[in-house]
């Protein structure tokens, strides 16, 4: 009955087969061996503890991978086990403290996108729809409220916010700008050429002719008339994750986004020969401005949740690491099982995390 110690004496004899190039045999404590793990299959599943049943399908795909139904039952309870694995999580409707709530759930619908779209292996997003019903009764950390895991069951984190600031802030200065241009052009007779003219003819058949006429640039100072314009921009929010089971706050943080445009104008002016066309100064409006943040902070709220919500594969593994130590080793095994389902699903190497799972599963009691 001492799983542990035949689990390493079997892998002692797997292993020095495998190096002197033998073949696995068959032997009644392996075949003993792999029966008492398929019964504790069988109790855990009965149990509803998929992962520990997933860790003792794992031991018996080690020592017999050509178990009777050994495939089908791995890929069904891998199925189960990674979606009980997988963090459910959803965004709710950004809160907005000024008076517009569309800033609050574009922000929402965007952070929704952007962990989509970066970690959609790590999370699994639930539409903020299935929620509206529970948030109008449970408030989560607020009031005092207590939280119902049932009504939660569907999600196990809640991303929440508020928008504390949304502002477009414009300035409008005016002033003047005097520059020196070109008004007109004057042609007249060339002084140089009056000299040339007036050497005798053998010294002018020396020297080149120069130009009989020469075209001057006439300036003068101009004074047009400016418009300066400025637009900025800010957008804040405050964000958290809370665990919707129990409301507590796992992480919170805040961003703020800020943006600047800034143009000039001028009245139009004719000067003679110069011309200035008149311009408007253009800035976006102010609706454009504010999708511009709304993009920019969902972007930077959504690398902070990344940080908070990718690998958690790590996260089990952690806590089986810290369960074992306490010796709890059925708590082990499930964390354990959870990590190797989403390692195995992310197709990375689990050869060091499958010896480990199996070191907790022989020596549950």
Excluded: C
């Excluded at 790590?314 to 082990?332: G, I, K, N």
């Amino acid at each position: 009955g001492d799983l542990a110690t035949t689990h390493k004496l079997l892998g002692q004899a797997q292993d020095i087969r495998s190096r002197i190039g033998s073949a696995p045999q068959r032997s009644a404590t392996r075949e003993a061996f792999v029966k008492a793990l398929h019964d504790r299959q069988v109790a855990a599943l009965k149990a509803g503890k998929s992962g520990t049943a997933y860790a003792y399908l794992r031991l018996i795909e080690q020592y017999d991978p050509d178990f009777p139904g050994l495939r089908g039952q791995l890929r069904t309870l891998h199925e189960q086990v990674l979606s009980k694995a997988t963090k459910k999580v959803s965004t709710a409707a950004f809160h907005d403290a000024g008076s517009n709530s569309d800033f609050g759930r574009a922000v929402a619908s965007r952070v929704t996108q952007h962990l989509f779209e970066k970690i959609p292996g790590d999370i699994r997003l639930i539409e903020r729809d299935q929620f509206q019903a529970i948030l109008r009764e449970k408030e989560l950390g607020t009031a005092g409220g207590t939280v119902n895991a049932s009504d939660l069951a569907s999600a196990d984190y809640l991303i929440q916010g508020t928008i504390l600031e949304s502002r477009v802030d414009t300035t409008e200065n005016r002033s003047k700008k005097t520059m020196r241009v070109v008004t007109d052009t004057v042609s007249g007779a060339n002084p140089a050429h009056e000299q040339w003219a007036a050497l005798p003819e053998a010294q002018r058949g020396k020297t080149p002719e120069p130009p009989r006429t020469l075209t001057q640039e006439k300036r003068e100072d101009v004074t047009i008339n400016l418009q300066i314009m400025r637009k900025v921009g800010i957008l804040s929010a405050s964000f958290r994750v809370v665990e919707a089971s129990t409301g507590k706050v796992l992480a919170t943080d805040s961003a703020t986004a800020k943006i600047e445009h800034t143009d000039e104008g001028n009245e139009g002016i004719e000067l003679g020969q110069f011309r200035m066309p008149f311009k408007l100064a253009s800035l976006p409006a102010d609706t454009e401005i504010l999708q511009q943040l709304t993009e920019q902070i969902s972007t930077t709220i959504s690398d902070k949740l990344v940080k908070v919500l990718q690998n958690p594969e790590q996260r089990y593994l952690e806590l089986a690491t810290r369960h074992a130590e306490e010796s709890d080793y059925a708590t082990a095994t499930e964390n354990a099982a959870y990590a190797l389902a989403l390692t195995t699903q992310k197709q990375q190497d689990s050869a060091a995390l499958r010896r480990q799972l199996a070191d907790y599963t022989v020596r549950l009691p």
